[in-house]
Structures are given as structure tokens and as C-alpha cells.
Nanobody, 125 residues
Framework: VQLQASGGGLVQAGGSLRLSCAAS????????TGWFRQAPGKEREFVAA????????VYADSVKGRFTISRDNAKRTVYLLMNRLEPEDTAVYYC???????????????????WGQGTQVTVSS
């Protein structure tokens, strides 16, 4: 499956953005899908993920209560709704997917075998 991330941009602190991860060729309902981010000079870190069956979700502590991950099977898209954005959320955001990933591995970048290109999110103070 090929993934394309979009929806990034420049927003003021406290604002919102919705990122999209669109799949080509097949629905993401059979894939565990995650969002990761990487700020300059920092390692890629887990943000949120949705399991391939049942749709269970998991979030990094830093975004819990502010970000929401969801999946639209008809549109073959996974979304990341980001509310109450903070300057610390500034990063390039990537989506990733794996058809065989287990729930306990959703937060591990190396557990994913399909990656989209990044989309830049910049939050100004």
C-alpha cells in the first residue's frame, strides 16, 4: 500500500489542524496505522495509532486529550485531528501502516513497513 500524508501547515498556538493519510490501492481497515513526528535535531517519536481490527487507539502522553486518530474505510484514509496545538508540536508528521502489526507494537517505528512522505506542521507562539 502507498501512503500520502497531507494537511500540514502553519497555525497559531491553540489552533487546530487535521492531517490525512490516504492509501492508494486498498483500504486501511486491514492495517494498523500510526502517526509519528520528527522535529529538527530530534528522533522520530510516536504520536498516535489505530489498530487494524476493532479500531482501538493509542496515544502518546504528550498529545492525549488534544489529538484524535480516526479511520474512514470508504475514503481509505486515516485522520489525525490536532486541537490545542502547542509550539512543541512543531515537526514533520509521518503516517505509517502495517497489515500484521500487533497492538503492543503500534508505538514502535520499526514495526511499520509502509511509510508516507512527511507533512510539515508549524505552530507559532
Amino acid at each position: 500500500v502507498q501512503l500520502q500524508a497531507s494537511g500540514g501547515g502553519l497555525v497559531q498556538a491553540g489552533g487546530s489542524l487535521r492531517l490525512s493519510c490516504a492509501a492508494s490501492g486498498r483500504t486501511l481497515s486491514g492495517y494498523g496505522t500510526g502517526w509519528f513526528r520528527q522535529a529538527p535535531g530530534k528522533e522520530r517519536e510516536f504520536v498516535a495509532a489505530i489498530a487494524r481490527s476493532g479500531g482501538a487507539t493509542v496515544y502518546a502522553d504528550s498529545v492525549k486529550g488534544r489529538f484524535t486518530i480516526s479511520r474512514d474505510n470508504a475514503k481509505r484514509t486515516v485522520y489525525l485531528l490536532m486541537n490545542r496545538l502547542e509550539p512543541e508540536d512543531t515537526a514533520v508528521y509521518y503516517c505509517a501502516a502495517n497489515a500484521r502489526i500487533i497492538y503492543s507494537s503500534l508505538g514502535i517505528p520499526s514495526a511499520y513497513d509502509h511509510w508516507g512522505q512527511g507533512t510539515q506542521v508549524t505552530v507559532s507562539s
